[in-house]
């Protein structure tokens, strides 16, 4: 079972029950802090706010494939596919 409030209350073991209660603390500077069953944390943004955009992708690099399983011995060059599917071999 859990149970919101200024506090969660859930049930650590069978028969016993943990609470964890969170406190407003304007001198926590980045992060929230947790100690002893107490979460301190800074107030945050208003209701009304708007979420920042999305970070934009780092453009990723192409790099041909030069060893290894994928490459195959004598490379794309010896194959030949312009008869092989009329039946006719390069």
Known sequence: MLTFRQSIEY???????AQIKFIKDETVAKDDLY??????VASGEPQNSVSRPPAK?????????????LLKAGGPSDVCFAGHFEGTLC
């Open 11 to 17: 049930s650590k073991k069978k028969d016993k029950k």
């Open 57 to 69: 992708r780092k453009p990723g690099v192409v790099r041909p494939i030069t060893q290894g399983k």
């Open 35 to 40: 100690k002893s069953h107490a979460v301190h």
